[in-house]
C-alpha cells in the first residue's frame, strides 16, 4: 500500500471522489493539496525517533510526553495538527514489566504524521483482529518472544486518539548522542510489533 | 452543538451495549456486553453515529479509554486491551470486579 499505486483502482476511484467534490463546491483543488501537504509532507518515522531519543535523555520531557503528548511535542517542533482538527496523541511506555502493542481493528488509525504512511500489514484484517485477541503469537510472528513475565497492554485506537510506544531503551547505549540513539529507533518499535 | 457531561471518571466500572445498532458505530464488535475499566477521560468528540448518519447537530460526548481484560472478552489470554469508547457506548456497571471473571454480572444493559 505505501507504495507507488497512481494506476490502481482505488486511486482511479479516489481521484474520481476528489472530481465529484469539487464539482459539488464542497471543496477546492488548492484546499485539498493544501490538506494532503500539511498531512504528508514530512509524515516520517524520524520525528517519532526524535520524540523517542529525547525522551530517553531528558527524564522531564519523558514525564511531560506522557502525561500530555500533545503539550510537549512543541518542544521538538513537532505537533498532530496535520488534519482538520488537532488529533489527541497518546504515548504508551514499555517497561521492563510490561509491553504496549497499537492496533486499530475498526480500520487503520494511525499517527502518520509521527510514524509516516502506516505498513500495509498494519491494515490487514489478520493484524487487525488477532492483535487484540492473541498478542503474544502475533508478536512472536513478528520474531519477537516476550517473556512470559511481561504483561501485554494492547491500544484499540478506535477513537480519535492515536498512539505510539516509547520502546525501552536498550542496554549499553549510555555513550551514544541522542542523533544516535534515533538511529536505533523504527517504525516498528513505535507500533510495538518490535523491541529497540 | 451541545456538549454532554462526563458521566464517568477513571476507576469507574462501565458495561459496553450490547446492542448492535442498524447505523454507523465505533463499538467494535469484540467489546460489545463486556464490562471495563474507565482509564482516562480523553476530551469530547462529535458521536460519529450522528455525523456518518448527517445528523445537523451531532452530539457531543466525552470518549473514554476502557480497559478490558482479555479473559472477560475472549475466555483466555492474559494480556489486556484498552478500547476508546464514546459515552453513549457505555453505562454504568454496580457490581465491583469479582475474582472470577466468568461469574462477573453485566448489567443494566438495557438503561
Known amino acids: ?196 | 452543538m451541545s456538549e454532554a457531561a462526563a458521566r464517568f471518571v477513571a476507576g469507574d466500572r462501565v458495561a459496553t451495549q450490547a446492542v448492535d445498532p442498524d447505523h454507523h458505530n465505533r463499538l467494535p464488535r469484540y467489546a460489545r456486553g463486556q464490562v471495563g475499566e474507565v482509564v482516562e477521560v480523553q476530551g469530547t468528540w462529535p458521536l460519529p453515529d450522528d455525523v456518518v448518519r448527517g445528523v445537523p447537530a451531532p452530539r457531543v460526548e466525552p470518549v473514554y479509554t476502557v480497559r478490558f481484560a482479555a479473559r472477560d472478552l475472549w475466555g483466555t489470554g492474559g494480556h489486556e486491551v484498552t478500547v476508546d469508547l464514546w459515552q453513549s457506548y457505555l453505562i454504568p456497571a454496580r457490581h465491583p470486579p469479582s475474582t472470577d471473571a466468568s461469574l462477573e454480572p453485566v448489567e443494566d444493559l438495557h438503561e
Open chain 1, 1 to 196: 500500500m505505501s507504495d507507488d499505486h497512481a494506476s490502481t483502482p482505488v486511486a482511479a476511484r479516489v481521484r474520481r471522489l476528489e472530481e465529484r467534490l469539487i464539482a459539488a463546491g464542497l471543496v477546492s483543488d488548492t484546499e485539498l493539496d493544501a490538506i494532503l501537504d500539511r498531512f504528508l509532507g514530512g509524515a516520517s518515522p524520524v520525528n517519532g525517533a526524535r520524540i523517542v531519543a529525547h525522551a530517553w535523555t531528558d527524564a522531564g520531557f519523558r514525564d511531560r510526553l506522557l502525561a500530555d503528548a500533545n503539550d510537549a511535542l512543541p518542544e521538538l517542533d513537532l505537533s498532530m495538527r496535520g488534519g482538520l482538527r488537532e488529533q489527541r496523541l497518546k504515548v504508551v511506555a514499555n517497561t521492563a514489566a510490561r509491553h504496549n502493542l497499537i492496533v486499530c481493528t475498526l480500520c487503520s488509525c494511525y499517527p502518520i504524521g509521527l510514524l509516516g504512511p502506516s505498513p500495509s500489514w498494519y491494515k490487514s484484517e489478520a493484524y487487525r483482529s488477532r492483535a487484540v485477541r492473541e498478542p503474544r503469537g502475533v508478536l512472536a510472528e513478528f520474531g519477537l518472544d516476550l517473556p512470559a513475565d511481561v504483561d501485554i497492554t494492547v491500544w484499540d485506537a478506535s477513537a480519535e486518539s492515536r498512539y505510539m510506544v516509547l520502546p525501552v531503551r536498550p542496554a549499553g547505549t549510555e555513550g551514544l548522542t541522542e542523533e544516535q540513539l534515533a538511529g536505533l529507533v523504527t517504525r516498528e518499535g513505535l507500533i510495538g510489533t518490535a523491541v529497540v
